[in-house]
């Protein structure tokens, strides 16, 4: 890490109207498809990642995550890092064909042993732990009978639950199911571009249906078994408008609306599946068999909300086109951090929001490494901006609970390949060197100031004598 001196430079811009409550989570995010590696060791089975990685063109640079960021051997130095940061949580992924490698019946004792050494080195460190469930590497073996299509792989979705938290629960803070349902959805199965890489919309509705379900059904299940930690599901949000005032284009972007936000959010808060959808859907709409609905309404102890950007919807072009407004980030998204704020308050008017986290928030940029420092001052401004509108909504009233940035480290940005690099930590994929960008330094310095606030309220708060 850089000197003091150097940090506090970068850090000129922190404004003081960003200080949060003492006891908001602060947090970095990974998953383990993204970071592990050691695809084929200590008995780790084959995720529809692997797979999909060796199809031709399925990837931009051609990558896949055999090695990645070599996460899996480097964990000691990796949580050192984390703890460098100054954060108090981090959110990580347990990847289901490492602990369960045929998605059924034996566990696997090394991959258990590896998170295991990460819940305990994340609680050494005084870190909270954010399991995510499935941060989607679906075990082929089940891709192979049918995969998220398939109603069966819900019953195994409950047993890796009840089993992963049966060995690592205690060491755990919060444990979320699913990380954005409607990526796995749609982009693994209606456009195609992500695992497994089908093409069909029913199928595709059918995958969320079974989503919520067995999200819903391993809530249930966990509590059965005793387990009390807050736990919740993970939804990539935004807000949508319209590209133009026109009657199609508004009648669109409902309509995406209702794909991409009331299609998971009514049916996790009992309200059942959106009747516009439905009728939409028509035949491709998903077979619900009774009880489902109810098992899906499961009491969230947490929701988790993945932000990242605007979606501008047009009737006759993509679901996503840019309105030239706005800069972009390297992944050609909209940077709109006031669409946080607009999201989170229209979620809180919608709907009886639990603790509610930004599980995800951050930006591609295309960083340079030159002698030892990334200056990604773009990255900074995005985060200030984001974490700004996390706190407008949550002295609106809006019941935030956490931040969390993506991604710890740069890391295998699916389709994309490496070249889009997310991290507040570079990664040199040749020599697997982690160096802190800028914008890690400046992290550490928000939250050193945070600190250093709630500490001198504690001071001040207590009686003369004991000051
Ligand atoms: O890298 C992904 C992550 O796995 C899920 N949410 C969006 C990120 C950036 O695309």
């Given at each position: 890490m850089n000197s003091l001196a150097e940090t506090r430079a970068i850090s000129r811009t922190i404004d003081p109207a960003m200080i949060f409550p003492a006891d908001f989570v602060w947090g970095v995010a990974t998953s383990a498809a993204q970071i592990e590696g050691a695809a084929f060791e200590d008995g780790r089975g084959e995720s529809i990642w692997d797979r999909f990685c060796r199809v031709p063109g399925a990837i931009a640079d051609g990558g896949d995550i055999d090695v990645a960021c070599d996460h899996y051997h480097r964990l000691e130095e990796d949580l050192d890092l984390i703890a460098s940061l100054g954060v108090n949580a981090y959110r990580f992924s347990v990847a289901w064909p490492r602990v369960q490698p045929q998605g059924r019946g034996a566990w696997n004792p090394q991959g258990l042993d590896f998170y295991r050494r990460l819940v305990d080195g994340l609680r050494a460190r005084g870190l909270q732990a954010h399991l995510t469930l499935n941060h989607w590497d679906l075990p082929q073996a089940l891709q192979d009978e049918g995969g998220w299509a398939a109603r069966a792989t819900v019953d195994r979705f409950v047993d890796y639950a009840r089993g992963v938290a049966r060995h690592l629960g205690d060491g755990l803070t919060a444990l979320t199911t699913h990380n954005e349902p409607w990526v796995m959805s749609m982009l693994g199965h209606d456009s195609g571009i992500f695992a497994p890489g089908i093409k069909d919309r029913a199928t595709a509705m059918q995958v969320s249906h079974h989503l919520l379900l067995s999200h819903g059904r391993a809530l249930r299940a966990l509590r059965d078994d005793g387990f009390d930690k807050p736990m919740g599901i993970v939804l990539n949000l935004a807000p949508l408008l319209p590209a133009t005032p026109s009657a199609a284009d508004v009648a669109k972007t409902r309509l995406e609306d209702g794909l991409l936000l009331r299609w998971y959010l009514d049916p996790l808060f009992g309200r059942g599946y959106p009747q516009d959808v439905l009728d939409h859907l028509g035949a491709q709409a998903p077979r619900v068999e009774p009880g489902d609905l109810d098992a899906i309404a499961q009491p969230l102890g947490l929701l988790g909300i993945n932000y990242y950007s605007r979606s501008v919807v047009s009737a006759s072009g993509s679901y996503d086109v840019r309105s030239g407004a706005l800069p972009l980030t390297d992944m050609d998204w909209e940077i709109y951090p006031q669409g946080l704020t607009e999201l989170l308050l229209r979620l809180h008017r919608d709907y009886p929001l639990p603790?509610?986290?930004?599980?995800e928030n951050g930006g591609a940029f295309p960083d340079r490494l030159v002698n030892g420092r990334v200056h990604d001052a773009d990255r900074i401004q995005y985060l200030h901006e984001h974490i700004g509108a996390v706190g407008v909504a949550l002295r609106q009233g809006v019941p935030m609970a956490g931040y969390m940035v993506w991604s710890l480290l740069d890391n295998f940005?699916?389709?994309?390949?490496?070249?889009?690099r997310f991290g507040i930590v570079h990664v040199d994929y040749e020599t697997q060197r982690r160096t802190p960008k800028d914008s890690a330094l400046w992290l550490r310095e928000l939250l050193r100031q945070q600190a250093e606030v709630h500490a001198q309220a504690r001071g001040a708060s207590k009686p003369a004598a004991e000051r």
């Open positions: 603790p509610t986290y930004v599980t940005e699916w389709a994309s390949g490496y070249a889009k």
